[in-house]
């Protein structure tokens, strides 16, 4: 079958990540990151945790990944062929790439890694499409698709729960009990749930030769650091003091008047991200009053986002009710909704909802309990009694993410999915991952978005996406907010992305 290649340029002259340093500065030391919680796993095929990818990404690298502008890129594929009808791309790989177990990376490993995902994948759709994978030589595979999918580089670059090369040996265990060995700079030393997880620069690990700069999740990551380890600490005071006295580095997030005041110490740098997520409120559709429409109406028309926002994300927040973030080609600039306590009230009197609790599952960082807390009191209203069941992020994105039981009301950050674009946070909700219970009308728009090659057609598709969740209330999107990043002015050459990268970085 003839085949065209397709290039990603990669020029010098990108300036998207800080420029390495010729010479290795002050090599060694070991960085600290305060980070919120502990993840849930570190199998990368196993979870969508934030917490897991900032540790996963040191370890584990992909196809292709994001770059600094969230565009896919190659990264263990020195690029792509894809057919004239667009249904089978051929990927040659990058030789003499080692896991940290020694072994050479080959195609056999990347074929049992992706059929791992295939088959129990954290995000199932982003492989959906994929009807056939299989080495076509020592260091080439071929994936073949049932159907044309304009975004498949896209999801096969996703961060979100990455889909990482393993070796085939640990890619042939079930999901959540693969061993974490990659091709990443950093290799894992060992992991302490109620304490760290410590990794160390893999000496074995060979930068991408087609990047001189660190670039997004892909580039060139040179390690200067010895030993990087992510320490967990729920309580937001405790970060600010580790950090403050030296025991940290990182604060991976801290609130805004800690921001303001830590800004006069010299020894700190503070760094705004914004947007980072979406501040998202979801519903339990497969049971109970969550599966009532009017009841959903009644929630939704109820809430005052301002109020919530500047409460929760106080000086760092954006009230933005698109799924996508601005400046993206398909943001919608939906106009924000306004709080109508009448309407909300007429629309619970339609609704099934008899004065019952209904249970709202939080987890316990500080914002996303103030942002439950206000809207508990903005449901009171209108007569709506509102339960709090708080807990660490594994225990509420389990009950979440894996049961229609135990609860109705959810909320959390939503921020990779809209930093990588339309069908990144369409495919949150396609098959009822996210609300439980399905959708036909998402479901149809995504295939369609899927298949669809031509963006003006893809923007019209996402707007009718934006129009179904509104019109379902499937889900709230209350607006976007930011995180402030605190370092120690000794590290060097850092720069904020979706995770803390410690690639790039040395210590003063």
């Not at 979870?47 to 040191?58: G, I, K």
């Not at 997004?216 to 970060?239: C, H, N, Q």
């Not at 495919?427 to 963006?455: C, L, T, Y």
């Amino acid at each position: 079958m003839k085949l065209k290649f397709l290039k990603l340029a990669l020029a010098a002259s990108l300036a998207l990540g800080a420029l390495m340093p010729a010479v290795a500065q002050k090599k060694g030391g070991d960085v600290v990151i305060a980070m919120t919680a502990a993840p849930p796993s570190l199998d990368p095929h196993a979870t969508s945790a934030q917490v897991a990818r900032n540790v996963n990404l040191h370890m584990f690298e992909t196809l292709y990944a994001r770059d600094e502008n969230a565009r896919p890129v190659p990264d263990l594929a020195t690029g792509v062929m894809v057919s004239p009808d667009g249904l089978s791309y051929v990927f040659n790989l990058r030789q003499g790439v080692k896991f940290h177990n020694g072994k050479d990376m080959t195609s056999a490993d990347v074929v049992a890694s992706l059929e791992r995902y295939r088959k129990a994948g954290a995000s199932p759709a982003l492989v959906a499409a994929i009807s056939s994978v299989a080495a076509s030589g020592p260091n080439q595979v071929t994936i073949k698709l049932k159907s044309v999918q304009s975004t498949f580089l896209g999801n096969l670059s996703s961060p979100r729960a990455p889909i990482a090369i393993m070796p085939s040996e640990e890619a042939a265990k079930d999901m959540g009990k693969a061993d974490p060995i990659g091709t990443g700079p950093f290799r894992f030393v060992e992991f302490k749930p109620d304490s760290h997880v410590k990794l160390a620069r893999f000496d074995g690990y060979k930068p991408n030769p087609a990047y001189k700069e660190r670039d997004g999740f892909a580039g060139a990551k040179i390690v200067y650091i010895d030993s990087v380890t992510f320490r967990f600490m729920p309580e937001a005071g405790a970060r600010d003091a580790a950090l403050q006295t030296g025991q940290v580095q990182i604060n991976e997030t801290t609130d805004g008047p800690t921001a303001k005041r830590l800004r006069g110490n010299p020894n700190l740098q503070v760094i705004p991200v914004l947007p980072w997520a979406a501040s998202i409120l979801k519903f339990n559709m497969a049971q109970g009053i969550g599966a009532d429409l009017n009841f959903r109406r009644a929630v939704a028309q109820s809430l005052n986002l301002e109020e919530i926002m500047a409460v929760a994300y106080a000086d760092i927040y954006r009230l933005d009710t698109s799924w996508v973030f601005g400046g993206s080609a398909y943001h919608t600039g939906r106009t924000t909704p306004k709080q109508d306590l009448v309407a909300a009230k007429a629309s619970l009197a339609k609704s099934a909802y008899k004065g019952e609790k209904v249970t709202f599952i939080v987890h316990n960082d500080r914002p996303t309990v103030d942002t439950a807390t206000v809207i508990q009191q903005q449901l009171a209203q209108i007569g709506v009694t509102v339960e709090l069941k708080v807990a660490d992020w594994p225990t509420t994105s389990k009950i979440g993410l894996g049961s229609d039981e135990g609860w109705t009301l959810w909320t959390h950050g939503f921020g990779i999915e809209p930093y990588e674009g339309p069908a990144s946070a369409m495919s949150h909700w396609v098959k009822g991952q996210g609300q439980r219970k399905a959708d036909p009308v998402i479901d149809s728009i995504f295939d369609r978005f899927n298949g669809e090659m031509i963006v003006n057609a893809q923007q019209r598709l996402f707007t009718d996406f934006e129009k179904q969740m509104n019109d379902q209330v499937i889900a709230v999107n209350m607006g976007n907010f930011g995180l402030f990043q605190v370092a120690t002015t000794k590290l060097k050459n850092f720069k904020p992305y979706r995770i803390p990268r410690m690639w790039g970085v040395w210590l003063d």
